[in-house]
Nanobody, 125 residues
Framework: QVQLVESGGGLVQAGDSLRLSCAAS????????MGWFRQAPGKEREFVAA????????YYADSVKGRFTCSRDNAKNTVYLQMNILKPEDTAVYYC??????????????????WGQGTQVTVSS
C-alpha cells in the first residue's frame, strides 16, 4: 500500500553533486526504515544507504561513505540522498525502498517491501 517516487537524477560530471528525493505515500512513513540501492548495467543491485525511522541513525556502503548523506523529513514523507564528489562508478539507476518489517537502518534488501521506479544518475569522466 506504499508508493515511492524517486526524482533528482541526471547527468553530471565527475566531482559534481546531486540530491535525490523519494516521496512516499501513507500515513505511517515515520515508522519505516528507508533505504537507497543502485544498479548499474550488467551488475547486480547493491546497497547504498539506509536511515532508521526517526532519522537519528544512518548506515552507508563503504564505497559512498564520506561522500553521500541520507536524511529524511517525516513531515513531508520524503527521504533524501545527497551525493557529493560523484564518480563515474556511481553511474546507476538509484532506487529508494521502504520497510514495514523494521524501523532500523539495514543493508539487507530482503527487508524492504516497497520500491520506487528508479531514477537514472550518470556521471561522466
Amino acid at each position: 500500500q506504499v508508493q515511492l517516487v524517486e526524482s533528482g537524477g541526471g547527468l553530471v560530471q565527475a566531482g559534481d553533486s546531486l540530491r535525490l528525493s523519494c516521496a512516499a505515500s501513507g500515513r505511517t512513513f515515520n515508522r519505516y526504515a528507508m533505504g537507497w540501492f543502485r544498479q548499474a548495467p550488467g551488475k547486480e543491485r547493491e546497497f547504498v544507504a539506509a536511515i532508521n525511522w526517526s532519522g537519528s541513525s544512518t548506515y552507508y556502503a563503504d564505497s559512498v561513505k564520506g561522500r553521500f548523506t541520507c536524511s529524511r523529513d517525516n513531515a513531508k514523507n520524503t527521504v533524501y540522498l545527497q551525493m557529493n564528489i560523484l564518480k563515474p562508478e556511481d553511474t546507476a539507476v538509484y532506487y529508494c525502498a521502504a520497510s514495514e518489517t523494521t524501523g532500523w537502518a539495514t543493508y539487507r534488501s530482503n527487508l524492504y517491501h516497497y520500491w520506487g521506479q528508479g531514477t537514472q544518475v550518470t556521471v561522466s569522466s
